[in-house]
């Protein structure tokens, strides 16, 4: 008697579907099969943890796999930004000091609606950061043109390069925790730990001269600004036409 599969209906003569590689025994979800999908999102051999690592280590090579070759070993780019906001969002709340940009913020900007944004952007730059990748992904689209790789590649690749900065933003919260003293200097080493980490990810995954480093440099320095532009006109647009 010939069986389907019944994820996509191939006809199947074994334990998986020669088609698409469903099991056609699935296992019952009980806890065993829970921690299995725990070991599975932050295994060491593939998943997050593994993902960490090889962005670390050697984010172009990984992130060219990830695209060309093989899209099982690491997080999917959505899913791992998800999981690196996450969790800066939970250390800088757990972390969480007085922010001593909202009383420079209300001196620049008043009342007016571009203070409540700036104010906004600082206290979850978690999610802020999620909206930069778009405005970085097109400027690297811009310095990169002649690699041929397209928009969604691309986003491919500022996603992951900014998902792990994420990681690395998280320090931020702990050094103003411990050393309040000295809040912008722990800012000023945050930041440039990322910038440098992002020019060197971005150049590498391109093509390992300097140049590229620099294009990379140049694409996230710009995504910041062009973002902050956009918040700067969102809230002044928002004032005059409430009038405030």
Known sequence: MEVNCQNCGYAVTGNYCADCGHSQELKRIDKNYAFEEFLNIVGFEKGFIFTCKEL?????ATIREYINKNRQRVTKPITFLFLTSVIYTLISQYFKTENPYADMAQ???????????????????????????????????LFFKRYKYNFYETFVVISFVMAFGMLLFSVEPVLNRFFTDT???NETITICLV??????????????????YVKGFCAYFFGFLTFQIVMVLIGITYDVVVGR
């Open 56 to 60: 670390l280590i050697n984010p172009g």
């Open 183 to 185: 809040f912008m200097l």
């Open 195 to 212: 910038m440098l980490y992002v020019s060197w990810a971005i150049g590498q995954f391109y093509e390992r001269k300097l140049s590229n």
């Open 107 to 141: 001196a620049v900007y008043g009342d007016s609606s571009l203070n409540s944004i700036m104010n906004w952007v600082q206290d979850n730059y978690g999610y802020a950061n999620l909206l930069m990748i778009l405005p970085i992904t097109l400027w690297a689209k």
